[in-house]
């Protein structure tokens, strides 16, 4: 064995190792992490979350901060009303409608006023919301997981935002055009029960 | 004639002053206060930045040793929802409306701590962390000011949503204390 391989071996080793976590309120399942994994595993809350910050790119102000910060208030009451047991049908299928149809808007440059968009991403809102709400008692931190599903989802926002200011580029309203509309076929996928998907 | 035991009380303090240190970088809450409280204040110079950030320090500290007295499972969300809607709507504060959210973020950083025997070490550890962790931030929002304008929508748009995701987590976990409350 090289030197070298002597050397790295340990650090290969730490790779492979479970990890030891002594503080049960970050580790147990339904902590941080978890809660900060959420949103970035879930491909109908990741693109809605990013879909909603290139939108607001593409509104332009006050609508480029009016809809993300509408999005996590909405939610907020969303989760309230799960938490206080209300029933509401088709909530995935809503949440795939909210992907086709942010999809849609992106692509289509649809320059909706204020009301027409914050009706739009209010309701949205309220269904990701509701079905993060049914969620949280189950998890084992509550505090912990919605603090990591909070930052997951606000950094999407803003990378989503980051992403709608490559408008300003040559080009760059085709190439939104385009991810809008892998966006929305993506969302047409989930609302038809992810064909193919095993 | 020195004491002989001064070694290992010394140890023993550092070994608080390590654990007030980590109970804080542990607790996603202290985290979410200190940074609310950061993108929240007006960027004006490194020095107030360094001001700032010893007086966001001294204030955890002094909240995070009285953290078990006080009702602090619905105040640090009650907090987070106030100064988290403040960021929201765009304000970006200075003198003395800077000393109160200074002092609300840093006293909800102290108590968000979860220190249980609330010793001055651990209190101090806390708070070091907590201090340094703003005085980082304020000196990279001081730098951000620089930014090319295509940047600067993004930063200034990303404060706003900072806050309103802070916001939200406040509103949602008061929620949650409610309903434990009434449970």
Same mark, same amino acid.
């Given at each position: 064995m090289s030197a +070298? *391989?002597r050397?790295?071996?340990?650090?290969?080793l730490?790779?492979?190792?479970p990890?030891?976590l002594?503080h049960t309120?970050?580790?147990?399942a339904g902590?941080?992490? +978890?809660?900060?994994l959420?949103p970035?595993a879930?491909g109908?809350?990741?693109?809605?979350m990013?879909?909603?910050?290139?939108?607001?790119?593409?509104l332009g102000?006050?609508?480029v901060w009016?809809?993300?910060?509408?999005?996590?208030?909405?939610?907020?009451m969303?989760?309230m009303a799960?938490?206080?047991g209300?029933?509401?049908p088709?909530?995935?299928?809503?949440i795939?409608l909210s992907?086709?149809?942010?999809?849609c808007?992106?692509?289509?440059f649809w320059?909706a006023?204020?009301?027409a968009?914050l009706l739009? *991403?209010a309701?949205?809102?309220?269904?990701?919301?509701y079905?993060h709400?049914?969620e949280?008692?189950a998890?084992a931190a509550p505090?912990?997981?919605a603090?990591?599903?909070?930052?997951?989802s606000g950094?999407?926002h803003v990378?989503?935002?980051?992403l709608?200011?490559v408008?300003?580029v040559?080009?760059g309203?085709a *190439?939104?055009?385009?991810?809008?509309?892998?966006?929305?076929?993506?969302g047409a996928?989930?609302l038809?029960?992810?064909?193919?998907?095993? | 004639?020195a004491?002989?035991?001064?070694?290992?009380r010394?140890?023993?303090?550092f070994q608080?002053?390590?654990d007030g240190a980590?109970?804080v970088?542990?607790?996603?809450?202290a985290?979410?206060?200190?940074l609310?409280?950061?993108?929240?204040?007006a960027s004006?110079?490194?020095?107030?930045?360094?001001?700032?950030?010893?007086?966001?320090?001294l204030i955890?500290?002094?909240g995070?040793s009285?953290?078990?007295?006080l009702p602090a499972q619905?105040?640090?969300?009650?907090?987070l929802l106030?100064l988290?809607?403040t960021?929201?709507?765009g304000l970006?504060?200075? @003198?003395?409306f800077?000393?109160?959210?200074?002092?609300l973020?840093?006293?909800?950083a @102290?108590?968000a701590g979860g220190?249980?025997?609330?010793a001055?070490?651990?209190a101090m550890? @806390?708070?070091?962390v907590? @201090?340094?962790?703003?005085?980082?931030l304020?000196l990279?929002?001081?730098?951000?000011?620089a930014t090319?304008?295509?940047f600067a929508?993004v930063?200034?748009?990303g404060?706003?949503v900072?806050?309103?995701w802070?916001g939200?987590?406040?509103a949602l976990?008061l929620?949650?204390?409610?309903?434990?409350g009434?449970?």
């Open positions: +070298s *391989v050397r790295l071996a340990p650090a290969l730490l790779l492979v190792a990890p030891v002594a309120e970050t580790a147990l902590g941080f992490a +978890s809660g900060f959420h970035l879930g109908d809350h990741l693109l809605a990013v879909a909603v910050g290139i939108w607001g790119a593409v102000a006050p609508l009016l809809l993300p910060v509408t999005f996590p208030l909405l939610m907020v969303g989760a799960a938490l206080a209300l029933g509401l088709a909530v995935e299928p809503g795939a992907v086709v149809v942010l999809g808007a992106i692509a289509a320059r006023g204020p009301p968009a739009v *991403v309701g949205f809102g309220f269904l990701h919301g079905a709400g049914a949280l008692p998890a505090a912990a997981y603090c990591g599903f909070v930052l997951a950094m999407l990378a989503g935002i980051a709608g200011t408008r300003a040559p080009r309203a *190439v939104l055009r385009v991810v809008g509309g892998a966006i929305a076929v993506a996928w989930m038809l029960g992810r064909p193919g998907w095993a | 004639m004491d002989a035991s001064m070694p290992g010394l140890s023993s303090d608080f002053v390590l980590i109970f970088l542990q607790s996603p809450l985290l979410a206060a200190a609310v409280t950061c993108v929240l204040l004006v110079t490194a020095r107030t930045a360094v001001v700032r950030a010893l007086a966001f320090a955890a500290s002094v995070g009285m953290a078990p007295s619905a105040a640090v969300p009650a907090a106030v988290g809607l960021t929201a709507c970006q504060l200075n @003198g003395p800077a000393g109160l959210a200074i002092a973020g840093g006293l909800a @102290g108590w220190m249980q025997t609330a001055w070490q651990e550890g @806390g708070g070091v907590l @201090g340094g962790l703003v005085c980082g304020l990279g929002l001081l730098g951000l000011r090319p304008a295509r929508l930063v200034s748009v404060r706003r900072i806050g309103a802070i939200a987590l406040g976990l929620a949650l204390v409610m309903r434990a009434a449970g």
